[in-house]
């Protein structure tokens, strides 16, 4: 099933997920239903808040890209970097934030420990797109977004394009869910004039 995907600045994106400590029925389908989600995207990871569950649960699928053939899709539960070593800068996107590139700089290799489906515990040594993929699910799951790694002024950059995901002024080609806001609210001070 194709769930629909949630855009920045919904509550569930900026919250630090909850860890999964029993893989029940419900946690095998969204992981099955996010594998399914994230290939129809044309993304090559999706963490759960995106999808508006608060839990520590992420896919990753590198293996449409060049030269990552080889690889498995990966069902990351719990995940966390033990280790990481290097430095790259890559451009990178998010099917939270439509239209939004900007190139990151994150370590090249990586160290993570994770739980499968079947709650065996596993490490992963790993570089390249997979590591850099694996870090931005993992920033996910403590709700942070990629451009938040973005140095100041590349971040002020970026605002007006925050602005127009957050009010759904962006064209996805994969559901989305937009979160209403409430309007602005004046201060007292300026209310009394």
Known sequence: MILPIYLYDAPV???KTARLTDINDEVLALAMNMLETMGRA????????????????????????DGNEEMKPLVLINPEILED?????????????????????????ILVRY????????????????????????????????????P??????????LNRIRKGEIEAEYPIVVTPHAP????????RG
């Open 13 to 15: 994106l900026s919250s």
């Open 115 to 150: 739980t499968d489906l079947s709650m065996k515990e596993h490490t992963l040594e790993t570089g390249g797109l997979q590591a850099r993929v694996i870090q931005h699910e993992i920033d996910h799951l403590n709700g942070i977004y990629f451009f938040e790694r973005l």
């Open 85 to 109: 070593d290097g430095e790259a800068v890559f451009e990178e996107g998010c099917l939270s934030l439509p239209e939004l590139r900007a190139d990151v700089v994150r370590p090249s290799d």
């Open 42 to 65: 044309n993304g090559i990871g999706l963490a759960a808040n995106q999808v508006g569950k608060g839990i520590a649960l992420t896919v990753v699928d590198v293996s449409k890209t």
């Open 152 to 161: 100041g002024i590349k971040r002020t950059l970026v605002k007006p394009q």
């Open 184 to 191: 602005a609210r004046m201060s007292r001070a300026a209310s």
